[in-house]
């Protein structure tokens, strides 16, 4: 008799990918859960930030994550398949640890200093992700899936220098004592 992880193990196999697109498609999944699961994450991290810039960096970026759903759609399309999701375990995880982060921290720079963190980590996974996607669809000679990918990858890169602008020009500074500096009132 069978034991239940050989047929696991057996059922698996049909899943493995053998070829680049194949695993280029498995990617595809992958970002398209990350990116929906963005979508509800993104609005949790507004209601907790603070800082007005932060607020409205993710009210950009959530804008700009629904366009990436769009896009990841199209990129489907382009292909001849269905949209469709694969839980992606990393950015379940990321947003598990940003949300563990929130609880964590005071309301105020402190928190939104661990937000812009957390953001970051989101960015750099998906800068990762995207690149790594847009090299196999070169590779693939798919050129309009290439393309939506080239410009999800550049408005990440962009999104990655704002969350370092924000933190970098005042931010990290107030967070430094948990509250704003009487100085700091003044310039605000």
Known sequence: MESKKSKTKDSNKNKVATT????????????????????????????????????TAIKDHLAQTKEHVVRLEAVFKSMSLK????????????????????????????????IIASAQKVEHYEIATYGTLAAFAKTLNERSALDLLLKTL???????????????????????????KSKDLNAV
């Open 83 to 114: 949209a469709e999701g694969k839980k992606c375990l990393a950015m379940d995880g990321i947003i598990k640890e940003g949300e563990e982060i929130i609880e964590e921290t005071a309301e105020g720079p402190v928190r939104d200093a661990g």
């Open 20 to 55: 680049l697109k194949e695993f280029f498609i498995d990617g595809l999944k992958d970002i398209y859960w990350a990116e929906n699961a963005l979508v509800k994450t993104l609005p949790k991290m507004f209601d907790k930030a603070t800082d007005q810039k932060l607020k």
């Open 154 to 180: 550049g408005e990440e890169k962009k999104s990655d220098c704002l969350l370092s602008t924000i933190a970098d020009t005042n931010l990290n500074s107030q967070a430094v004592d948990g509250k704003l």
